[in-house]
């Protein structure tokens, strides 16, 4: 998840030891599943001293760990609310520049055109079936992914009917992951439509999508010329900086959406509008304290076994693949307040956060 503020898997997976796992040597760090907080059924295993020395040079670099004197050295998480967001502003500021460089593209483009020719780096395209001709040509020339934030409007005359193009691309394996703006869900008979994509293997979110747009695999991006967007018009981009920076303001707005099904025509946004169970409201505060499976079972005055399952119901319900990310969505999604203390914890008991 934190790959789009600069961290690799690998960084991020030694950044989540140090959160849950205080000050550690990088022999601990090595050792694997059994220095691993998240769990033995994380499935993540022993790291290379060298690869963590490594790693953990670029997490300094970014400000995420420090080490502390000590002989062996020891290694330290930096605060996660401090540290991370101020790589988020990082990447806000380049997104901003990244819209600033779409504002210039589009100028640069309106004037070349002007003198009859346009840069390779971008294409325009006028008038809708000009427009559904070359989406439709762009989708079956993907390889792997399609990734879109779908609101209205639509070229389209019937943007309720359902995408032939889209049902062939994931029977062939192309992945889906589209996030849709609550205004779609408006559109008379779309909920049809986009009941037979997921059950077909679409992955669908709701969000207020901040543009408009689709991105091929991660070399071209379909956009509107015009802000806002109309139906006769749109700009292909080419250039490799823009359509990534792209890709990250996709993921940073996937990450905190709310998973979407549609069942009877109705639409539900996973159960996580409903907020935590009452078993979920009482784990959230001890498991985002760093407590341990065990720790957590003393407290609840349960067993290990039934912490353990309720964590993975948990986990599942907010589609996080990490304790870490459960912690981030339940946050995101209201359930847990970013400043909530669990209460009732003994100093003996609670790790010194």
């Known amino acids: 998840m934190l790959q789009v503020v600069g961290l690799s898997p690998s960084d991020e997976r030694l950044y989540e030891r140090l959160v849950y796992g205080n000050a550690l040597t990088v022999a601990e760090l090595a050792a694997g599943p059994a220095a691993d907080p998240l769990g033995a059924g994380s499935g993540r295993g022993p790291l290379a001293a060298v690869d963590v020395t490594a790693a953990l040079h670029r997490l300094q670099r970014l400000g995420l760990a420090s080490p502390l004197p000590a002989d062996p050295a020891r290694w330290a998480a930096s605060p996660p609310g401090t540290a991370l967001e101020t790589l988020i502003g990082e990447r806000t500021r380049q997104l901003a520049e990244a819209a600033r460089y779409v504002a210039t593209l589009d100028a640069r483009f309106n004037h070349a055109a002007r003198r009859g020719h346009a840069p390779d780096l971008v294409e325009v395209i006028h008038g809708r079936e000009a427009i559904l001709r070359r989406a439709t040509e762009l989708q079956r020339a993907v390889r792997y992914e399609i ?46 439509d986009l009941q037979t994509g997921i059950a077909a293997g679409e992955q669908a979110r709701v969000a207020d999508v901040p543009l ?24 292909i981009v080419h250039d490799p900086a823009l359509v990534s920076a792209l890709s990250a303001l ?3 707005v996937w990450e905190r959406a709310l998973p979407l099904r ?17 078993e979920e409201g009482q784990l959230l505060p001890l498991l985002v304290a760093g407590l341990t499976d065990q720790e957590i079972a003393t407290q609840l005055g349960i067993s ?16 996080a693949a990490t304790r870490f990310q459960a912690g981030y969505q339940a946050v995101g999604r209201g359930w847990l307040a970013a400043d909530d203390r669990p209460a009732g914890i003994s100093p003996s008991v609670r790790p010194d956060a």
């Open 304 to 319: 290990d076994r039934t912490v353990r399952s309720r964590v993975r119901s948990m986990m599942a319900r907010l589609d």
């Open 250 to 252: 996709f993921e940073m």
């Open 147 to 192: 990734r879109a934030c779908d609101a209205p409007p639509y070229p389209e005359a019937n943007p309720a009917a359902v995408n032939t193009t889209e049902m062939d691309q994931l029977g062939r394996g192309v992945r889906y992951r589209i996030l849709y703006d609550r205004r779609a869900l408006e559109v008379p008979g779309r909920l049809a």
């Open 212 to 235: 408009k747009m689709t991105l091929i695999d991660d070399t071209t991006a379909l956009l509107p010329l015009r802000q806002p967007p109309d139906v006769e018009s749109r700009m």
């Open 262 to 278: 549609v069942s009877d025509g109705r639409a539900y946004l996973a159960d996580g509008s409903a907020g935590p169970s009452q």
